[in-house]
């Protein structure tokens, strides 16, 4: 099997010798993973990020606070999900409220102080969009999801996360490494799709080891930890295609 980007779906998600203190994936007949279900709880996981953003929004600036809880919990959470190899559906809707938290704040600040009403809609809908041109393009084999194309992808997401790091560190310290990324020039706007061609590729990388895990016969459970894989890779597309959509802003 071919690894996916997407660290909260290892190669060993899927794997039996994974879950030995467990009897669910014995019964195979009744309690097989697929597809449908594993959109399912993405969607359900998506309407409890959504009503957290919204909630937060509407209670901003009071709630400014709630985007540094949902943004370090949201992290927290995420690594016990992903190191504890949990299924659990309350641990998982945790962390899918918690990230409404911040995108819900988030979102408010780019709108209010930023002066971009309605960015916050227009990025989710690029957002799904991309997702819904993603699965078209996978269903019909236009990308084939192989080791030289995981090689690249994943080489491409360690150097973003070593640029972002560096960022981090440089603005902390008030050493400026890389100062056009985040600007409104054509370095900074090239770099955010750049980024978003990126994510969207891991959504076909979360396709593709959905798919084999269906296809191996995972047991139902499992959906859940899809699911959650599915959700870490559109809340970082939606971060970065409202990042984009700033800086297009700043340049009018």
Known sequence: MYRSGNPALSDSTFEKSNYSDTSWWEDKESNLMSIE???????????????????????MPQAAPLIFV????GFVVAMIIIFSKSMNPVLIGTYAALEG????GLTWM??????????GILAALLTFMILGAMIMIYRAGLIAWDE???????????AIILIY???????????????????????GILFSLFVIGIGALCLVADFDFIERGVQ???????????????????????????????????RR
């Open 148 to 158: 030289n194309t995981r090689i690249a992808v994943t080489s491409a997401l360690v």
């Open 110 to 119: 780019f709108e209010v102080y930023l002066q971009l009403p309605g960015i």
């Open 37 to 59: 279900g594993v959109a399912e709880k993405t969607g359900l996981l998506l309407l409890i990020t959504a009503t957290t953003a919204v909630l937060t929004a509407f209670s």
């Open 70 to 73: 949902g943004a370090i919990g």
């Open 101 to 104: 938290l911040c995108l819900g």
């Open 216 to 250: 191996r016969g995972a047991p139902k459970q499992l959906e859940w930890r899809a699911a959650f894989g599915l959700m870490v890779t559109l809340i970082w597309l939606y971060l970065e295609i409202l990042k984009l959509l700033a800086k297009l802003a700043a």
């Open 165 to 187: 790091i560096v960022s981090i560190i440089g603005s902390i310290s008030g050493w400026y490494a890389v100062p056009y990324i985040h600007g409104s020039g054509p370095i």
